[in-house]
């Protein structure tokens, strides 16, 4: 089993700035890759980031990338996105999830077995 929490989340205004954290416990940390879903209301869960279980490879949705970042601190057990340039439409409860049966990361949320309860990010206009 492996447990996550997600922390970070809040209300900013267009143009800033937010840094998400997810803390992971049980199996070994490194030994899986991580991803970062987003979801608004109304809408179904979508990727936004992915990284490799050593953090060498990283992935990003288009509606992200240059402007979000991945990163993951296997020591610490946690894996980061820090959000520049928010804007209104990043507004969603973000997710993290851990994929404990492949090796390389994926984009699918159906490809992830363990899932945090998220957290809220709302982007004012």
């Known amino acids: 089993q492996v447990q996550l929490v997600e922390s970070g989340g809040g209300l900013v205004q267009a143009g800033g700035s937010l840094r998400l954290s997810c803390a992971a416990s049980?199996?070994?940390?490194?030994?899986?890759?991580m991803g970062w879903f987003r979801q608004a209301p109304g809408k179904e869960r979508e990727f936004v980031s992915a990284?490799?279980?050593?953090?060498?490879?990283?992935y990003y949705a288009d509606s992200v990338r240059g402007r979000f970042t991945i990163s993951r601190d296997n020591a610490k057990n946690t894996v980061y996105l820090q959000m520049n340039s928010l804007k209104p439409e990043d507004t969603a409860v973000y997710y993290c999830?851990?994929?404990?049966?492949?090796?390389?990361?994926?984009?699918?949320?159906?490809?992830?077995?363990?899932w945090g309860q998220g957290t809220q990010v709302t982007v004012s206009s």
């Open positions: 049980g199996r070994t940390f490194s030994s899986f890759p």
């Open positions: 990284i490799s279980r050593s953090g060498g490879g990283t």
């Open positions: 999830a851990a994929d404990a049966s492949r090796a390389d990361p994926r984009l699918s949320p159906d490809d992830y077995e363990y």
